[in-house]
């Protein structure tokens, strides 16, 4: 059983990826109030900064106990809307503004999934939604009271159409703490955003954690310039 739950965990991250074409948008119930709050996050990580940015490295490492169940190299110039993986000691590159062939959409897939775990609060600006805010919740690993988000996709949009994000975060510095993904098939999967680390105004959390430590998602190798 222990197996199959560290299996389900690594097969949940492959899976939540959205699809960079979509725009901003929120739900019409709450539209005056959830609109500032997004951008107060997004800002709050360095949002006002990444016009600035010409190139982001990174390595997305995904651990299940004491294993390395993925590492997977990034190069991504997005004013050129050029990426380039690094992956099992074989490099590939392809353009995000162009008609991609098969094999760069499964490269693709790889890029939405992990650039929105290093970049969630910026998607708050550049995807659409439905959002939803609960000034208190509890969260689900330190079971703090934070205010929470929910984020919705709609069925068709993206690689993995909707998901859906429980978001929990500080009232005063807006920053994400912890999340629970949810799959449109039910799945779920809840950890921590801890670890943050500024580069060149781009706030990232380096760290996510389920509650008891076996499943880790993490960032190391990271350069904004």
């Known amino acids: 059983m222990k197996k199959n739950l ?21 739900s019409e119930n ?31 490492n995904v651990k299940v106990n004491d294993t390395l169940r993925s590492e997977r190299s990034w190069k991504w110039f997005p004013k050129e809307n050029k990426v380039e993986l690094t992956e099992k ?4 590159s392809y353009n995000t503004n162009g008609n991609l062939d098969e094999a760069e959409t499964q490269i693709d897939k ?3 999934n992990d650039k929105y775990w290093l970049l969630f609060p910026y998607e708050l600006i550049w ?20 205010h ?4 919705k996709y ?16 500080d009232e005063d510095d807006k ?7 949810q799959s449109a098939g039910g799945r779920s999967l809840s950890t921590t955003w801890e670890d943050y680390e500024t580069f060149n105004g781009i706030t990232i959390a380096k760290m996510h954690k389920s509650e008891d430590g076996s499943f880790q998602l993490y960032f190391t190798d990271i350069m904004v310039k």
């Open 6 to 26: 560290m299996l389900f965990a690594l097969l949940i991250f492959t899976i939540s990826c959205k699809n960079d074409t979509e725009k901003a948008g929120t």
């Open 30 to 60: 709450e539209s005056a109030f959830e609109e500032p709050i997004t951008k107060e996050i997004a800002y709050a990580n360095g949002f006002k900064n990444f016009e600035d940015v010409n190139q982001i490295n990174f390595t997305f």
């Open 89 to 92: 000691g074989e490099t590939s």
């Open 110 to 112: 790889k890029f939405i």
């Open 127 to 146: 995807s659409e939604y439905d959002l939803e805010h609960n000034r208190s919740s509890v969260a689900p690993i330190s079971q703090k009271e934070m």
């Open 148 to 151: 929470q988000i929910t984020v």
């Open 154 to 169: 709609s069925d068709t949009s993206g690689y993995t159409p909707g998901d859906t994000y429980l978001v929990f975060f």
């Open 175 to 181: 920053m994400i703490r912890e999340w629970t993904y």
